[in-house]
């Protein structure tokens, strides 16, 4: 399991002393006012940041880091992920998971045959989508409802889903 969750990217810079615009990447961009260090993933290191400033504009994070005063200072971060440790996120409900979890988890019908691996989380607004590469290589969507997805099994690796009628057409 990761231990490390990205919660944005940033996407540029906003003003001349050293703010971000940072597209979050969680479910609740609100979470960033409780969030008092981040870690930057440079590419070649990580780098704790301890955020100064949060202000919310439109879809986007715009945060303030303490040492980084100026545009020059903050622009080369620019498409860079904002992280987090797993003990620092958001305590998650009952049948909910973080998509890192998901990620790769086989897929399996109900009746225990194998349908796939699943590759990607769409999130849609109304309800998350499930993409699933099957073991043809073909790509199908799943609706991440509780008629569809019948249990996930984090240790065991294991996704249950009932195919809808039409799902497959």
Known sequence: ????????????????????????????????????????????????????????????VILKFKGFDSIDEIEKYKGKDLLIWRDQAVKLGPDENFIIDLIGLRVVTEDGAEFGTLTDVIKTGANDVYEVRTGE?????????????????????????????????
């Open 1 to 60: 399991m990761e231990n490390l969750l990205r919660v944005g990217v940033i996407s540029s810079t906003h003003g001349v002393k050293g703010e971000v615009k940072v597209f979050p990447t969680t479910d609740d961009p609100a979470r960033f006012k409780s969030l008092k260090k981040v870690m930057l993933d440079t590419g070649r290191e990580h780098m704790d940041l301890e955020i100064q400033g949060v202000k919310f504009f439109k879809n986007m």
């Open 137 to 169: 290589g073909k790509d199908v969507l799943l609706p991440a409802i509780k008629e569809c997805v019948l249990g996930v099994d984090l240790e065991e690796g294991i996704i249950t889903v009932h195919i809808m009628d039409g799902l497959l057409d």
